[in-house]
């Protein structure tokens, strides 16, 4: 019962954080990339992007407690319109962190490939 109020959480603040960064129209997904990682630290995270010059992306993650409950959040907000970037095989078993970024500089699969 605690993933299943974890997942609505997750969801329900990813929905917010989205509107709050969004452009207009908020309920437009299709600007935003949604995943899973195992980089649980966000200072090697910036550093990266930082390093890579992508410091001003916007995006942020979320600690889902289980790869499920990722893969469930993830897939949520893939049939609702935010691209996902698919991966050969399955999740690493320590894939607990949903990210979601807005793709403003086309520059989704450098950033997908930093979380992998």
């Given amino acids: 019962m605690k993933t299943v109020y974890l997942v609505g959480c997750i969801k329900r603040d990813i929905i917010r954080w989205v509107q709050k960064n969004s452009n207009g129209n908020s309920k437009d997904l299709s600007e935003w990339f949604c995943g899973m990682t195992h980089v649980s630290d966000s200072a090697v995270l910036d550093g990266i992007l930082k390093a890579k010059g992508l410091s001003d992306v916007c995006y942020r993650k ?50 997908v490939g930093l979380l992998s």
């Avoid at 790869?67 to 050969?88: D, H, L, R, Y």
Wanted: aromatic share 14%.
């Fill in 62 to 111: 979320w600690f889902a407690n289980e790869v499920m409950a990722a893969q469930e959040i993830v897939g949520f907000f893939g049939k609702n319109g935010m691209k996902i970037k698919q991966t050969k095989g399955t999740a690493r078993p320590d894939a607990r962190f949903v990210y979601v970024f807005k793709n403003e500089q086309n520059i989704a699969d450098e950033i």
